[in-house]
């Protein structure tokens, strides 16, 4: 009890008042609980607490507490829970008017703790009924929703392990929909497959949920797609951005412009490269066909009333985001259903493919190029994503993560171990066979021909980058199969200081790539290299593609980078300085000063001492590494730094010429010119090297000296 006033509290999830249970004494609490404490003075709660104890449950997931007022829940009439006194049944099944359909929100208490058991949020906020169709189930899905008025206005903490965001408006605590009672986390699967390509989506974090002191079982905390959301991840500015969802119904911002996008595409002639060229500028066509084809592997019919979509501002482009998978990934479709038709027909043939559903890509599928990528990302996609193996990783890893947790959540909530392994085969079944029917659909689609093998191995992934049909590879190897008719683009893009070596046991030059290859000799680095497989004859093509690095110069420790400043002439400007360590006078034309992967021409006219080059402000600010070439593409020198920590009014300096490293100090630097300290320095090193001479110099007087008394002792006496 408080010397101030008299403690309250209350066990049910309610508020503490006047009336609550006075604490005179102490608690005794033997099961998992919340209490919800207040400070009462003067007939008035002053202050409150909401404490979460959790007893003998150990958890392996963060745990996520809500309590409130029980009304708020399963009132009749105001709980956001329950059906309500004026819902009616519609002839499909359906309470229309229920209060769970509604936008209704209650004030909560949120406590969540971490997986370690630390407290991380001990706040109010509010809480409503999420999803769509799932609002109708039993058991359904939450929105947390943090306000001002209930006392901060953001969830404060990095939730999700792949974000580097810390501040929430809006969290989503998902049952999984449509496989809550089969796997409990396809959605989690299909989106974390979906993010290794070019597709944006929820993250998520398994928790344990507690509502109201009772445990309601595992959930999938995610993060709500909205306009924060687009903020949060994109640095979409919350007033210019649009999102949009379905046809085009407007959940945040303006469908103008994604109208005008759908109106173009539907009118316009699409292998006129002038109209695709407009169209590029509107939406992300990468994003837009790895989106369908993620789409189509997964086989989701439930696709159609989850499309998500949004732009930056009115004048950026269109990206589509994955969601709500739940029916997917042999959930609703069997392996072998011919998905590409149904989202290729012009007609509606089911209730998920009605036209407008399918439009935009079918029309865009009527351009050449458009219709050669989407092919080949099917391809590379089955290569690589959607490879078995890769897919039952990832499986294996999700399952470990989920079945400690959800072996409990059976027996406590709902749910059998036994069924849950053979939803958990299914996926795994599912990715066995779907590539082999994918493929045969595609071929059958587009009246394609024959296949091929192509294999392509890199010795190093860390010194060149492969873009395979616009796809960053990020395995060694890629073994897939191909289209014959098909050409699939390739790019090869050594970083700075590496050139590339291609090598093709079975090929017959029917690549040019090969022969660029040999021109461009060490010089190949310097430029993207971009080219185009076209096979007709072979069943199989291999590359070997090697990033080796450039020869060393014989500049090298004679002409080194100096110095590097961020600050000039009173701008943040970037500047690099050279010092040339002989005592010649050089003059070198033709050089080369790679910043990132830009590179700039420099001369070097009569250099005495040092050098000093500037660059372009606006573009000077991105740069964080500089290599420097001679006149044979050979290395002279380098650098790289950490941006965070090259801040205003710093520089890199070597402090002695001769040093490999340079150190970071504060202040402008001193451009073209030697500093006293670093003068001083140098001074010093020659002083040093002088000593280190005379040193050398008495050790092999003395050394010769003991030789030659040891052949003195050595030769015979005279007598």
Known sequence: ??????????????????????????????????????????????????????????????????STNPKNLYDNRTGIYVKGPNAWQDSSGYWINANYTKKWEKKVAINYFDSKGNEIINQYSGLRIFGGMTRHRKEKS????????????????????????????????????????QTRFRDVLTTQISKNLDIDIQEFQPVN???????????????????????????????????????????????????????????????????????????????FIDYNVAQIYFSNKDYMGNIRFWQPNNNGKYRWIMYDTDLGFGAGNRPNYNFLRDRLSNYKTVWHNPPWSTMMLRKLLKNDDVKNQFINQICYSLSTVFKESNINRMIDSIKTLYQPELLRHFKLVRGDSSKWEYQVNKLRTFAKLRPKYLITNTKNQFNLKRTFHL??????????????????LNLHELNGLFFKSIP????????????????????????????????????????????????????????????????????????????????????????????????????????????????????????????????????????????????????????KWNKSEFKKKMFYEREIPQNHFMTLNKGAGSPNMINPLHKKKIENWNIFKFIMYLYLLFFLIKFFEGIKKDIIKKLPSRK
């Open 1 to 66: 009890n408080s010397h101030f006033g008299q403690i309250v509290y209350e066990t049910d999830g309610s508020e503490p008042d006047n009336y609550s249970k006075k604490l005179n004494d102490s608690l005794e609490i033997n099961e998992t609980k919340v209490i919800k404490f207040g400070l009462k003075i003067n007939n008035k709660i002053v202050f409150k607490r909401t404490c979460f104890y959790l007893i003998n449950f150990k958890s392996s997931f963060p745990v996520l507490s809500i």
């Open 142 to 181: 939450l929105r947390i929703i943090a306000r001002d008025i209930y006392g901060k206005k953001r969830f404060n903490h990095n939730f999700f392990r792949y974000r580097e965001n810390d501040k929430y408006k809006h969290l989503i605590l998902r049952n999984s929909g449509g496989d809550a009672y």
């Open 209 to 287: 949920l507690f509502v109201n002191g009772k445990f309601w079982g595992v959930y999938n905390l995610r993060e709500r797609i909205g306009q924060h959301y687009l903020n949060y991840n994109f640095d979409a500015k919350i007033e210019e951005s649009n999102l949009l969802q379905g046809l085009y119904t407007e959940d945040h911002g303006s469908n103008k412009s994604y109208k005008n996008l759908r109106n173009f595409i539907s009118k316009k002639q699409l292998n006129n490269k002038e109209n695709m060229d407009s169209i590029n500028k509107m939406m992300d066509m990468k994003n």
């Open 455 to 472: 294999n392509i191995s890199v010795n190093t992934l860390e010194n060149g980058d492969v873009f395979i049909n616009g796809n960053k």
């Open 488 to 639: 699939i683009p390739l790019k090869i893009i050594p970083k700075p200081g590496y050139k590339m070596v291609v090598e093709s046991p079975n090929l017959n030059d029917e690549s040019f790539l090969l022969k660029k290859a040999n021109i461009y000799d060490n010089k190949f680095w310097s430029t993207k290299q971009n080219d185009t497989i076209f096979n007709i004859s072979s069943d199989t093509i291999k590359y070997n593609i090697k990033f080796k690095q450039v020869d060393e110069s014989k500049w090298k420790n004679n002409i080194k980078i100096n110095e590097v400043g961020n600050w000039l002439d009173n701008k943040k400007k970037l500047w690099v300085e050279l010092i040339n360590n002989t005592n010649e006078k050089l003059n070198f034309k033709n050089w080369y000063l790679m910043a990132n992967k830009k590179i700039y021409n420099i001369e070097l006219n009569n250099i005495e001492k040092l050098f000093l080059y500037e660059f372009d402000e606006k573009k000077s600010k991105k740069i964080k590494s500089l290599h420097l070439f001679d006149d044979k593409f050979h290395l002279v020198d380098k650098f």
